[in-house]
């Protein structure tokens, strides 16, 4: 099977070192497509495949595309894809915001798989929901999900609208976690913490909470009512982020980042 990954920035590149990784395909089958001859050069350093910086010499061969390009730089793709894309060929896109239907009419191609992946992929922790047309086959979606669950967990949605709830979910929900963080560290910082010492009571406080949950079947509510005890200092801290608005803001920051997902779409 051979893989094209068009864009080789730091999208591109966890793709091809986790497929090469998890032995999906080998560096002989794997290709990499850059636009700049430096970007051409960085890439062939990392010896993870065949890199190439013009498309007619790499597209027509491949059986997967994965467009791991900026979505503002789509217009200049699609004119270099135009007339190369075939249609047995799978298309895999990572474009935030460029919808199936775009897709579809720029590359003339029914075969398209669009998949939101979010920044932890980096490390193999990602979280991606991906939908397809109806011309992907389901061994052709059972094939993207492997490529996909490569870089962590995967979700797939029946309706291309999911993609944006995803994305303001989990494409930008890590922002969302270092956010309060953030604020956390802050507020130890307040309190007499050094920077250092803020930065480990979080950061740890957030790592092992995460994974206690994970290892439980407990619901967050039910941890809370755990930490909780009545009257104490969890309980007034609770107390102060129900007058403060803090879940209802966090849910109107998740809903807010949909809206301009599906702006971003039109």
């Avoid at 200049?76 to 007339?83: T, V």
């Avoid at 949605?157 to 995803?166: C, K, L, M, P, T």
Wanted: hydrophobic share 50%; aromatic share 6%.
């Amino acid at each position: 099977m051979k893989i094209l990954i068009i864009g080789g920035g730091n999208m591109g590149l966890t793709y091809a070192r986790s497929f090469v990784r998890a032995h999906i395909t080998s560096r002989l089958d794997l290709r990499l497509l850059a636009r700049s001859p430096e970007r051409v050069a960085a890439l062939a350093a990392h010896e993870i495949g065949t890199v190439w910086g013009h498309p007619t010499e790499c597209v027509p061969g491949a059986d997967i595309l994965i467009l791991a390009v900026k979505p503002q730089d789509s217009p200049a793709l699609f004119a270099a894809l135009r007339g190369l894309v075939q249609p047995q060929q799978l298309v895999l896109s990572v474009m935030a915001g460029v919808r199936i239907a775009t897709l579809r009419a720029a590359l003339g191609t029914p075969k398209i798989i669009r998949a939101m992946p979010n920044l932890p992929a980096q490390i193999g922790m990602g979280m991606t929901a991906f939908t397809s047309t109806d011309e992907v086959s389901r061994a052709e979606l059972v094939l993207v999900q492997n490529l996909l669950s490569t870089t962590g967990k995967t979700v797939y949605v029946e309706a291309e609208s999911a993609i944006d709830a995803a994305t303001a979910i989990s494409g930008s929900g890590p922002a969302y976690v270092y956010y309060c963080m953030d604020a956390l560290m802050a507020a130890a910082a307040r309190m007499g913490f050094s920077g250092a010492e803020a930065e480990l009571l979080v950061s740890q406080t957030f790592r092992g909470a995460v994974e206690l949950y994970a290892q439980s079947g407990l619901s967050c509510a039910d941890w809370i009512a755990r930490v909780a005890s009545k009257g104490g200092t969890t309980e007034a801290a609770l107390r102060a982020f129900g007058a403060g608005a803090v879940r209802e803001g966090l849910m109107a920051g998740a809903e807010a980042a949909r809206d301009r997902a599906e702006e971003l779409g039109k």
